[in-house]
């Protein structure tokens, strides 16, 4: 069983910068495919970054390129969000997510962390 344990999250005030951290349990981390994505109060969980299980392609929703990046390290079994030039509207509980198909999907994903705070202040 695939256990996703993230963490990083907080309050930050808008134009600053959080760094989220997504540590998997199991020894085939590099098989899966990891995606985060993001749920705001009253708002459906909507896809943020995704990224093979290589490292080698990264994808991202419009309204986080060239802000955020995606990035993993599988000798750590670990997978990162960083998080620049934070917005208000990028407040919401964040949850990493590991699959095994190539997906922007929530649904796609098997497995999924329990979620982590980001608030970012006006």
């Known amino acids: 069983q695939v256990q996703l344990v993230e963490s990083g999250g907080g309050l930050v005030q808008a134009g600053g910068s959080l760094r989220l951290s997504c540590q998997h349990s199991?020894?085939?981390?590099?098989?899966?495919?990891m995606g985060w994505f993001r749920q705001a109060p009253g708002k459906e969980r909507e896809f943020v970054a995704r990224i093979t299980g290589s490292g080698r392609t990264m994808d991202y929703t419009d309204s986080v390129k060239g802000r955020f990046t995606i990035t993993r390290d599988n000798a750590k079994n670990t997978v990162y969000l960083q998080m620049n030039s934070l917005k208000p509207e990028d407040t919401a509980v964040y949850y990493c997510?590991?699959?095994?198909?190539?997906?922007?999907?929530?649904?796609?994903?098997?497995?999924w962390g329990q979620g982590t705070q980001v608030t970012v202040s006006s």
């Open positions: 997510a590991a699959g095994g198909t190539w997906s922007n999907v929530a649904r796609a994903y098997d497995y």
């Open positions: 199991g020894r085939t981390f590099g098989t899966y495919a």
